[in-house]
């Protein structure tokens, strides 16, 4: 008889589909996985459809840290520790179906399966550069080249396979946030990204490749 502790765990199909401690959710555009302050409970695994997650200060205002596609995790800070609550907003920008995973089956299943906690491993180090890379890009670049580089993630040059150049619905305002700017700063950089033939915009916003320039420039 196969002892059943050789099975090959299938992460993929763990993270497809629901089963006991998970379920598939869907969202439409504008809703919320979850809200800043809410309790830590789940982690959530996007499987289709884009997201942000935005923080909001004491005083009120409001910042997007972060852009979330598929095959990312969310919410991720519910397993650091004892539970706490929630230190962002998830919001999704297009629809999104993503699958729910509640805490202790999200613990348990890191604990007993080497390739699920080696996947997960592998999405934190790449979450954790991308973090350090806008860190930098805040500090060292002009707000023209990190609106470039935003516009850039958001269409996936550098990902495997073909890039989608067409991107989701974003507003100014949202770009403004992300880069530190304000927003006729994004309009003026904008206009002249398209009169450049770097991008192209009637409603939603198509990336071109020659965008790199922009970023790759040193001056």
């Keep these: 008889m196969a002892d059943a502790k050789n099975t090959i765990f299938d992460a993929a199909g763990f993270l497809a589909k629901a089963g006991l401690g998970r379920r598939v959710v869907q969202l439409k555009a504008k809703h919320v996985f ?12 996007l499987q289709k459809g884009r997201a942000k997650l ?3 200060s004491r005083g009120g205002k409001e910042a997007t840290i972060a852009l979330l596609s598929a095959g990312d995790f969310v919410g991720e800070e519910s397993i650091a520790g004892v539970a ?8 999704a920008i297009t629809a999104c179906t993503a699958l729910k995973i509640q805490r202790v089956e999200m613990i348990r299943v890191l604990h007993e399966e080497h390739a699920f906690s080696d996947l997960f491993l592998k999405f934190l ?14 500090l060292f670049n002009s707000s ?9 993630l958001m269409a996936e040059f550098g990902k495997p396979g073909e890039p989608e150049t067409l991107i989701p619905k974003i507003t100014q305002e949202t770009l403004a946030e992300m880069i530190g ?5 994004v309009s003026f950089f904008m206009n002249r990204f ?4 770097f991008i192209e915009y009637n409603g939603r916003i198509r990336v071109h490749k020659s965008l790199l320039n922009v970023v790759l420039h040193n001056s």
Aim: aromatic content about 8%.
């Design 34 to 45: 979850f809200s800043q302050g809410n309790s830590a409970d789940s982690v959530f695994y």
């Design 54 to 56: 935005t923080v909001v």
């Design 84 to 91: 706490g609550f929630r230190l962002s907003t998830a919001t």
């Design 125 to 138: 180090l790449a979450r954790s550069m991308r973090s350090q890379a806008d860190l930098v890009d805040q």
């Design 144 to 152: 023209e080249k990190r609106l470039a580089r935003i516009l850039l």
């Design 181 to 185: 700017t304000t927003r006729s700063r």
């Design 194 to 197: 398209r009169k450049l033939g």
